[in-house]
């Protein structure tokens, strides 16, 4: 793996998790990111967890929040958030402020390259298949197995039609490492 330049995203949830603050470092990833909509004219004033459609990831979001407001201490979490060409291992940290908002911030730790994969690419065409991509780890299911992107295209044949991805959790992501079963 590569070391990444550390960026890190701020944004700022009121205590009914509306968006009321993002910084610059949002808008650049956004941009760079083929997301040029998620300004912060667009955001601002909106459920953060309208931006996640399954509602499992929904769900452990909420449970996340909850669980910071109430403890009233930072939680920190890995996750990745890969692009077509680069997998991105980061750092979520929640942090409680005490009128129950929270401050998220999202710290790239590490960077690795790779051969451009047409099924993260939101440009690619896609047939009319749905498969389940992992928010949390970035492993899609095929036949019941959790595998990284790489292998799921060889084990599926995509080479000509790429299908849709749904967002949903695999089940170590669901269950969370040991310190996310306690939320």
Not at 11 to 20: L, M
Not at 87 to 97: M, N
């Amino acid at each position: 793996m590569t070391s990444a330049n550390q960026t890190t995203i701020t944004y700022r949830i009121d205590s009914q998790n509306i968006i009321v603050g993002v910084d610059g470092a949002w808008e650049a990833f956004a941009r760079d990111n083929g997301a040029v909509g998620l300004t912060a004219a667009t955001v601002l004033g909106n459920c953060i967890l309208d931006y996640f459609a399954d509602a499992r990831v929904r769900h452990l979001y909420q449970l996340l929040f909850d669980s910071a407001r109430r403890q009233q201490s930072p939680l920190s979490i890995p996750l990745r958030c890969d692009a077509p060409e680069l997998r991105r291992h980061l750092e979520l940290t929640i942090v409680p402020e005490a009128d129950g908002h929270l401050t998220i911030r999202s710290c790239t730790l590490q960077t690795e390259p790779r051969e451009p994969v047409p099924l993260l690419d939101d440009q690619s065409e896609r047939s009319n298949e749905l498969i389940t991509i992992c928010s949390w780890c970035k492993k899609v299911e095929v036949e019941g197995e959790w595998c990284e992107v790489e292998e799921a295209v060889d084990r599926l044949g995509l080479l000509v039609e790429v299908p849709h991805l749904i967002h949903g959790m695999c089940q170590p992501c669901h269950y969370g490492p040991g310190d996310l079963r306690e939320i």
